[in-house]
């Protein structure tokens, strides 16, 4: 089955700051890339997402970017915020279906 | 729309015991799927139901099992309950022909604690 890895685990940042947390996966098959974000107590969240036909999206400050050759893709938050301070967590999926394979997580502080 | 509800929030249950948990999907959808999130991991997919039948099992052994109602609504059961399973157990919904762009909603989760 696939096999997603997640960099860095935790990552603090200063306010204003960029922050970038990366992610590897195995199965070339894969071709839907979600973030999610999971404040604490809190459900996972979307915040944004890619297909394999795209190699870069843009949502206001939170940018994804995905490498297929390399099987890697990366999230890019800009202008880091104290209410961006979360758990971010990667996945990657074969659609169609719905079997998520979840990266381990990247605990992030932003320092006001 | 409540989004994806799960019950209860919180269970502490003794080691050996058994367990049930339960979750509502989003109105409009279909498929259900849990998922294991130990702390400090992400989530783990345990299994995926639609049509009332399993579909797809993760690397789980058989003392987790499911069942999914006419409805949708959907019930996790873990069994001989060891410490290890303590976790929060999360559900998320989708519709059954999840096709490009289909978001999965995740439930808020049910806090288990085994003692």
């Known amino acids: 089955g696939e096999n997603v890895e997640q960099h860095p685990s935790t990552l603090s940042v200063q306010e204003g700051d960029s922050a970038v947390i990366k992610c590897t996966y195995s199965?070339?098959?894969?071709?839907?890339f979600p973030w999610y974000k999971q404040e604490l107590g809190k459900r996972p969240q979307l915040i944004i997402d890619i297909r394999s036909n795209v190699g870069e999206k843009k949502d206001q400050r939170i940018a994804v970017t995905l490498n297929k050759t390399a099987k890697h893709f990366s999230l890019h938050i800009t202008e880091t915020q104290p209410e961006d301070s979360a758990v971010y967590f990667c996945?990657?999926?074969?659609?169609?279906?719905?079997?998520?394979?979840f990266g381990t997580g990247t605990s992030l502080t932003v320092i006001p | 729309d409540a989004g994806v509800t799960q019950s209860p929030t919180h269970l502490i249950k003794t080691r050996g015991q058994q367990v049930t948990l339960r979750c509502s999907p989003k109105s409009g959808h279909d498929t259900v799927s849990w998922y294991q999130q130990a702390l400090g991991q992400g989530p783990q997919f345990i299994f995926q139901?639609?049509?009332?039948?399993?579909?797809q099992r993760g690397n789980f052994p058989d003392r987790f099992s499911g069942h999914q109602f006419p409805n949708y609504s959907s019930e996790l059961n873990v069994n001989a309950l060891l410490l290890g399973d303590s976790a929060l157990y999360l559900c998320?919904?989708?519709?059954?022909?999840?096709?490009?762009?289909?978001?999965?909603?995740f439930g808020q989760g049910t806090r288990l604690t085994v003692v």
């Open positions: 199965d070339s098959a894969s071709n839907y």
């Open positions: 998320a919904s989708s519709p059954r022909g999840a096709g490009w762009d289909t978001e999965a909603f």
């Open positions: 996945a990657a999926i074969k659609r169609p279906g719905n079997q998520f394979y």
């Open positions: 139901y639609y049509e009332e039948e399993e579909r």
